[in-house]
C-alpha cells in the first residue's frame, strides 16, 4: 500500500470520446506526475504537477491536460481518444519534486479505447 | 536523446541468483531508481542509487557505475514471488521527470 488511490481502475471508451481519470496523492505529498504505460512498455512521463502549477510535460499532445487541487489531488483528461491512448495510466506522488526523492505508484487505471 | 537498456526477458530457477543489467546515455543523471512490477500491479520502489558503488538490501542488491553509466540488480534466493518486471529509470535531475528502461521480465522456475 502506497497511499496513492486512482478511479477508476478500468474502463472502456469509444474512440473520439473524453475521459477523465482520478488520483489522491499520499498524505503531505504535494507533487503528482502522470504516466502512460503500454503493455510490455515502461512508463511514459505525460506530465507532473507541483503545489497547483504543471512543472513538466512530456511529449504529449495537448488533449492530454491536468489539474491539481488544494488538497494535491490531481486529475488527467484525455480528449478526442484514439485507439493507441490504451493503456494504464499511472499516478506517482512525492514529496517534493521528482529529483533525488522516491515516487509512490498508485494501482493505475486501465484505459480501453474501442 | 535519452536511451536506457534493459533485457527483455530473462530465466531464472527458484533458490538460484540473478543479475539484471541496465545501461544509460541520458543527457542529466542524478540517480538510477529500480522498481519491481508484478503483471497488472503498479511499479513498487526497490531502490535508489546515486553514488557508485553496491548497494544491499536484504535479498536485493544494485549497483552503480556512473562512469559507464550501468547499473544492475541482484536478486539472491530467489523465489516464485520474484516473477515481475524490473524497471530502471534514471533520475535527471531535470526536476520533473524519470526516463524509464522498458522493463525486464523475470521468470523463475521450479
Known amino acids: 500500500e502506497t497511499g496513492v488511490t486512482q478511479s477508476p481502475t478500468h474502463l472502456i471508451k469509444t474512440r473520439g470520446q473524453q475521459v477523465t481519470l482520478r488520483c489522491s496523492s499520499q498524505?503531505?505529498?504535494?507533487?503528482v506526475s502522470w504516466y502512460q504505460q503500454a503493455l510490455g512498455q515502461g512508463p511514459q512521463f505525460i506530465f507532473q504537477?507541483?503545489?497547483?502549477?504543471?512543472?513538466g510535460r512530456g511529449n504529449f499532445p495537448p488533449r492530454f491536460s491536468g489539474l491539481q487541487f488544494p488538497n494535491y489531488s490531481s486529475e488527467l483528461n484525455v480528449n478526442a481518444l484514439e485507439l493507441d491512448d490504451s493503456a494504464l495510466y499511472l499516478c506517482?506522488?512525492?514529496?517534493?519534486?521528482?529529483?533525488?526523492?522516491?515516487?509512490?505508484f498508485g494501482e493505475g487505471s486501465w484505459l480501453t479505447v474501442v | 536523446g535519452q536511451n536506457i537498456d534493459q533485457p527483455t526477458e530473462m530465466t531464472a530457477t527458484e533458490g538460484a541468483i540473478v543479475q539484471i543489467n541496465c545501461t544509460y546515455q541520458?543527457?542529466?543523471?542524478?540517480?538510477l531508481f529500480w522498481y519491481q512490477q508484478h503483471a497488472g500491479e503498479a511499479p513498487t520502489f526497490l531502490s535508489y542509487?546515486?553514488l557508485d558503488g553496491l548497494e544491499e538490501k536484504g535479498r536485493f542488491s544494485s549497483f552503480l557505475s556512473r562512469s559507464k553509466g550501468y547499473s544492475y540488480l541482484l536478486l539472491k534466493e530467489l523465489q516464485m514471488k520474484d516473477s515481475a518486471s524490473y524497471l530502471c529509470?534514471?533520475?535527471?535531475?531535470?526536476?520533473?521527470?524519470?526516463?524509464w528502461g522498458a522493463g525486464t521480465k523475470l521468470i523463475i522456475k521450479p
Open positions: 504537477y507541483y503545489r497547483e502549477e504543471e512543472n
Open positions: 506517482a506522488s512525492s514529496l517534493g519534486r521528482t529529483s533525488g526523492n522516491t515516487i509512490y
Open positions: 529509470a534514471v533520475d535527471l535531475d531535470s526536476n520533473y521527470q524519470l526516463i
Open positions: 498524505s503531505g505529498h504535494n507533487t
Open positions: 542509487n546515486v
Open positions: 541520458t543527457s542529466g543523471f542524478n540517480g
